[in-house]
Nanobody
Framework: QVQLVESGGGLVQAGGSLRLSCAAS????????VAWFRQAPGKEREFVAA????????YYTNSVKGRFTISRDNAKNTVYLQMDSLKPEDTAVYYC???????????????WGQGTQVTVSS
């Protein structure tokens, strides 16, 4: 069993930065594909970024490439999402998710955090 807890959301101005954290408990993430998703009002939950724990290979949706960086800390069993050059369209609830099988589809993930709100003002 895996429990995920997100933190680090908040309100920032456009062009600012935030770092989100996804702390896992219950078991190690070494066999998991860990992803960040986001959901804005009236929109479907969309893939943002992911990291393969074993290989450290990362993946990003096109809209955040060059601005967001996903990383992992093995000792802390934690995944981070560093968000720079934030835009108003980045405003959403951000969720951490984990699954043994890699995917960009939210309905294929078994474990989810509670979400953390990110709001970017114009």
């Amino acid at each position: 069993q895996v429990q995920l807890v997100e933190s680090g959301g908040g309100l920032v101005q456009a062009g600012g930065s935030l770092r989100l954290s996804c702390a896992a408990s219950g078991r190690t993430l070494r066999m998991y594909y860990v992803a960040w998703f986001r959901q804005a009002p009236g929109k479907e939950r969309e893939f943002v970024a992911a990291v393969s724990w074993n290989t450290d290979i990362t993946y990003y949706t096109n809209s955040v490439k060059g601005r967001f960086t996903i990383s992992r800390d093995n000792a802390k069993n934690t995944v981070y999402l560093q968000m720079d050059s934030l835009k108003p369209e980045d405003t959403a609830v951000y969720y951490c998710a984990a699954d043994p099988i890699p995917s960009v589809k939210s309905d294929e993930y078994d474990y989810w955090g509670q979400g953390t709100q990110v709001t970017v003002s114009s």
